[in-house]
């Protein structure tokens, strides 16, 4: 798949003061936003980033870190002090007057927190009024504006007038509005901040659905992480009108580049935005099928663990247990295929750790990880599990656990072990999962 830049900043720079030029030298020798302060406010410095098509390309910090101020340099209602931005390969910075005017109507759109709607126009009209900007006909626009009210619930409200909707449905309108202009590229500067927690995160799955349903690409202001990793496909971090991390959800997460980003990071919901196979551990109670209840009882035994898993050709089987395999060869069954049971969940390696959750909670083995060919790629105990959980925030839900069962002593194994057999001769984990990892 070949990736199309949608939206490129280069080195911009926005400066508020005098001698704007003079400061962006300052800045370039390496002074900070503080040192320059005394000449002017540096709100961007120094922003590259590139935004792919189809992409939400959130930016977040806090406020005053500089976000509005690169949002308006983007669709070019701020020229930048230096740099340039580049949409669909055309520079804002080179264009006239027109060819921007262009640009703002067919290409790029924008939603506000605060989404002016104008009072003495219908829901539809409202909805419409990018296209009318375009000079699309009435008639078309309204069929156009009523399709998109329909995707964002208010396609039943479209003759009403604003002043009879809540807070939310006009703000629903506003979004309506910019994606019916049918721009390729929408700008949204907090467009949900002001919403209530419900409608908000209502409001962030159907952009994610209506993104793509319509393949357009968003840039997404936010000051709230937790809205950011639900929403990006890249974050951009912003502080002091720099930008100081650029990642995925997931890197940003694991991998924070600095303090700042890892503060942000502490009280996200991590369990919505890490994979299994971000917290996964390496597979070492494993025996094969064919090593029989012997080479399960000896690798529970070496790796002091009360299940294993069962692999045979490189796929996963299943798991036992100590106990029932304790049990099993008391009462003189010693087929190990017959013993493995349905205890073992197991999730793909980009599973949620919220569906890791899940599994656990029905099981007191480990969860296995494996991949689309059935190999066993890594296992998740319930301590890696809460460990990588460490910082949900309270009102996460709590992981009731399961009674587990008391592990069999070591004794009860080696005794069991001796009854069939064991000797030296079980196989060891790594060759069960050879090739495998
Ligand atoms: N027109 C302006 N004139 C002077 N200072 C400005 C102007 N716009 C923004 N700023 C300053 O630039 C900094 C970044 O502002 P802004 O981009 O609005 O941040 P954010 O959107 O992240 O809250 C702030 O210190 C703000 O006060
Ligand atoms: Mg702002």
Redesign the pocket.
């Known amino acids: 798949m070949t990736v199309e830049v949608a939206l490129e900043a280069r080195n911009l720079y926005k400066i508020?003061g005098k001698n704007p030029q003079d400061v962006v030298r300052r800045l370039e020798a390496g002074e900070s936003r503080s040192d320059v302060a005394d000449a002017g406010?540096a709100?961007v410095i120094d922003a590259s980033f590139t935004v792919n098509k189809g992409e939400i390309f959130v930016i977040m910090?806090l406020?005053?870190?500089?976000?509005?101020?690169i949002i308006r340099m983007l669709n070019g209602l701020n020229p930048p002090t230096e740099g340039d931005v580049v949409v669909q390969g055309n520079s804002i910075g080179e264009a006239s007057p027109k060819e921007l005017r262009e640009i703002r109507q067919r290409h790029v759109s924008m939603v506000f927190q605060h989404f002016a709607l104008l009072p003495h126009l219908s829901v539809l009209d409202n909805a419409a009024y990018g296209l009318e900007i375009q000079g699309v006909g009435k008639e078309e626009r309204r069929a156009r504006a009523q399709e998109i009210l329909e995707k964002v619930g208010l396609g039943d409200r479209s003759s009403a007038m604003p002043h009879e909707l809540s807070g939310g449905m006009q703000q629903r309108v506003g979004l309506a509005r910019a994606l019916t202009a049918g721009t390729d590229i929408m700008l949204m500067d907090e467009a949900f901040s002001a919403l209530d927690p419900l409608i908000r995160r209502e409001m962030q799955e159907q952009l994610i659905t209506l993104q793509q349903e319509l393949g357009r690409t968003i840039v997404f202001i936010t000051h709230d992480l937790n809205e950011a990793m639900f929403l990006g496909d890249r974050i951009a971090v912003?502080r002091d009108g720099r930008i100081v991390q650029n990642g995925t959800p997931e890197e940003i997460l694991t991998d924070p580049a600095n303090d700042y980003v890892a503060q942000f990071v502490q009280d996200v919901d991590r369990a919505r935005v890490l994979t299994a196979a971000s917290v996964m551990e390496q597979p070492t109670a494993v025996s094969t099928l064919h090593a029989g209840v012997r080479g399960a009882l000896k690798v529970m035994r070496d790796r002091q663990a009360s299940s294993v898993s069962i692999v045979e050709n490189l796929k996963f089987v299943g798991a036992v247990t100590d106990r029932s395999v304790i049990r099993a060869v008391k009462e003189g069954r010693t087929d190990l295929r017959s013993l493995i049971e349905n205890v073992q969940p197991t999730v793909h390696p980009d599973d949620p750790l919220t569906e890791v959750v899940d599994r656990s909670v029905e099981s007191h083995v480990p969860v296995a990880v494996v991949d689309s060919t059935d190999r066993l790629v890594g296992v998740i105990p319930r301590v890696t599990l809460l460990a990588a959980l460490g910082n949900v925030a309270p009102e996460t839900r709590s992981i009731p656990i399961v009674d587990t069962v008391p592990a069999a002593s070591a004794q009860e194994l080696d005794l069991t072990l001796a009854a069939v057999g064991g000797g030296e001769a079980a196989v060891p984990a790594e060759a069960a999962t050879e090739g495998g990892v």
């Open positions: 508020f406010t709100a910090g406020s005053g870190s500089g976000k509005s101020t912003m």
